[in-house]
Nanobody
Framework: QVQLVESGGGLVQAGGSLRLSCTAA????????MGWYRQAPGKQRELVAQ???????NLADSVKGRFTISRGSARNTVYLQMNSLAPEDTAVYYC?????????WGRGTQVTVSS
């Protein structure tokens, strides 16, 4: 069974940086996309960034120019580099993997940005 293991969340001051990582642990033959979503209190979960198996990326307008998504050399790890963080980036960040018809979610990691 595949599990998504997330790390890298925490508390940071506005203007600071954090790097999230997510590894798909277990036997997985195919990964179509890897990405990050976030959910702030009282709001719906939203896409932050996504990367396809051939390296194409898609970022939410609110994070363009500040966040970067990339994949590790092992291809089962995805990173989210978050720079110039703002209080409105505060949320639980969830790793997501699409593999065929399977949609996997991590447990989430809290990111809190203080003003």
């Amino acid at each position: 069974q595949v599990q998504l293991v997330e790390s890298g969340g925490g508390l940071v001051q506005a203007g600071g940086s954090l790097r999230l990582s997510c590894t798909a642990a277990g036997l997985i033959f195919r990964i179509d996309t890897m990405g990050w979503y976030r959910q702030a209190p009282g709001k719906q979960r939203e896409l932050v960034a996504q990367i396809t198996s051939d390296g194409n990326t898609n970022l939410a307008d609110s994070v363009k120019g500040r966040f970067t998504i990339s994949r590790g050399s092992a291809r089962n790890t995805v990173y989210l580099q978050m720079n110039s963080l703002a209080p409105e980036d505060t949320a639980v960040y969830y790793c997501n993997v699409h593999s065929g018809i399977t949609n996997l979610w991590g447990r989430g990691t809290q990111v809190t940005v203080s003003s």
